[in-house]
């Protein structure tokens, strides 16, 4: 699945910077907005060998080849995430988990940003076979991107099944990306 993203990126930002600098526009800023971009992955997990116990899944987010551009640019960005999981075989829901972290890791390896997501079930919440799990805050995507891909480090805990189940993990982020045009 391709992701669709603001793919005129590569034709856009050369021509508003020459519109700024050129015929003298004003144009103090350049932005970049993604409403929503998301990606799904099937993700298997094996039976749990004691009751109380943890599991940590990666899944990528790809992002268009344009996006690395930013970085090299510039750009800063405000992207918030989403993660949820959806029960497939084995599992109906996830009252099961207990908390959830996720952290952000770039493509190669390394990112600054951390947690961007974390969960703690409320004893009051019913059984779904989804689970949502919005970030709090906003984070600077930019500075993570490489080739172009952002992996996403999701560990979950609790009294996880002693049967092998498969889930699938639906990571998604929007927000805007921005640059300074004329350096002011």
Partial sequence: MKPVFSSSIAHLLPALIVCSFTCGCGLMFA???EP???ETTAVEIPAATAARSSRTVVTDLNLPSEVNALKDLGFTSDFKFS?????KEGVRDFNFI???TAHIAGDEGWC???EVVRFERASSAPAEA???MPSGDSVDLVTCL???NLKVETTFAGNL?????SMDVKVCLSGKARIDVNGK
């Fill in 31 to 33: 932005e970049i907005e």
């Fill in 36 to 38: 929503k971009l998301c």
């Fill in 83 to 87: 993660i949820q999981f959806e029960a």
């Fill in 98 to 100: 207990d908390s959830a």
């Fill in 112 to 114: 600054p940003i951390g």
């Fill in 130 to 132: 989804s689970l949502i």
């Fill in 146 to 148: 490489g080739r172009g």
């Fill in 161 to 165: 099944p002693t049967t092998a189940w």
